[in-house]
Every structure is written in structure tokens, then in C-alpha cells.
């Protein structure tokens, strides 16, 4: 009797992950149309982060975003079990740059979709709600906010 209820907890669990799975797929397709993008774009990894820079911000941050994320991947990689000091206090370093960039696009894509500040930081929390709310929302496209915006200049 216990197998079958953890089975069925086990199918309703998945059914349930499924269910946001798809309905945060359909929110990010919509986001993308409603900024004039195709919305297959959305499902592509990586190609889906450069389409939203491209959305928000400009497709210069991104490279500097796809560029720290390596760098973030090579340290570890190299770091291994013991990394050392050095290696430690980069990858912190190098985390905490791809923590701004990310904060940095939520904020310009909500801007773009004619929000404030403060919904952008609801979507870096809670990105399935901030997509939910702009792609089902009332919110109409203006272009990329932080277009003129260079992020860290290297």
C-alpha cells in the first residue's frame, strides 16, 4: 500500500513538473513574440540567452556573458577538488560578474516591456513569474532598454 501511494505521490510530483515545465516554455515563447522574435527561439539553449540580450540589453554583453560563463567553467575545471586560494577568490570573482550580468538583463527586459526596476528584480528571483506576467500581461514591447548601456567595459 505504501509503494503504490509513493507511486502515485511520484506521478502526481512529475505531473506536476511537467505541467510548469511546458507552461514556462509557453511563457518564454510568448516574451519572444511579443518582442518580435520568433518564438521558437526561446527553446534553443544558449541561442534563447542571446535573443534575450538582443531583446533587452545588446548582443555585446551578451559575448561578455558567454565569455565569463567559459571562464567560470575553465576554473572549475581546473580547479578540481582543491582548488587553492587564487582559484577560489577568481571563480568568486567571476560568479559574482555573471550574477550582475543576469540581474543587469532581467531589469533591462522588464524596462523593455515597460516595467520598473523592481519587477526586474522580481524576475531574477522568480523568472517563470516575470515571464508569466510579460508574456501574458498587458505589457507591450519598447525596444531594448539598455541599449546604449555597455555593461563592463573591458
Not at 559575448?63 to 567553467?73: E, K, M, R, T
Not at 515597460?114 to 513569474?129: A, E, P, S, Y
Request: glycine share 10%; with cysteine.
Amino acid at each position: 500500500m505504501i509503494t503504490l501511494l509513493a507511486a502515485l505521490f511520484g506521478s502526481v510530483a512529475f505531473m506536476i513538473r511537467l505541467a510548469l515545465i511546458l507552461l514556462s516554455m509557453v511563457a518564454g515563447w510568448k516574451v519572444f513574440t511579443k518582442a518580435g522574435e520568433e518564438g521558437w527561439k526561446s527553446l534553443i539553449p544558449v541561442y534563447n540567452t542571446f535573443t534575450l540580450y538582443k531583446i533587452s540589453w545588446n548582443t555585446h554583453n551578451f559575448w561578455l556573458y558567454f565569455g565569463f560563463s567559459v571562464v567560470s567553467s575553465v576554473i572549475e575545471a581546473i580547479g578540481g577538488e582543491d582548488p587553492g586560494f587564487l582559484m577560489t577568490i577568481l571563480s568568486v570573482l567571476v560568479s559574482i560578474l555573471l550574477i550582475y550580468y543576469e540581474v543587469k538583463v532581467c531589469i533591462y527586459l522588464s524596462k523593455s516591456f515597460g516595467m520598473d526596476t523592481l519587477f526586474g528584480i522580481l524576475t531574477f528571483f522568480l523568472r517563470f513569474v516575470g515571464y508569466l506576467v510579460i508574456g501574458f500581461g498587458n505589457a507591450y514591447y519598447t525596444g531594448p532598454a539598455g541599449a546604449n548601456d555597455q555593461g563592463i567595459s573591458l
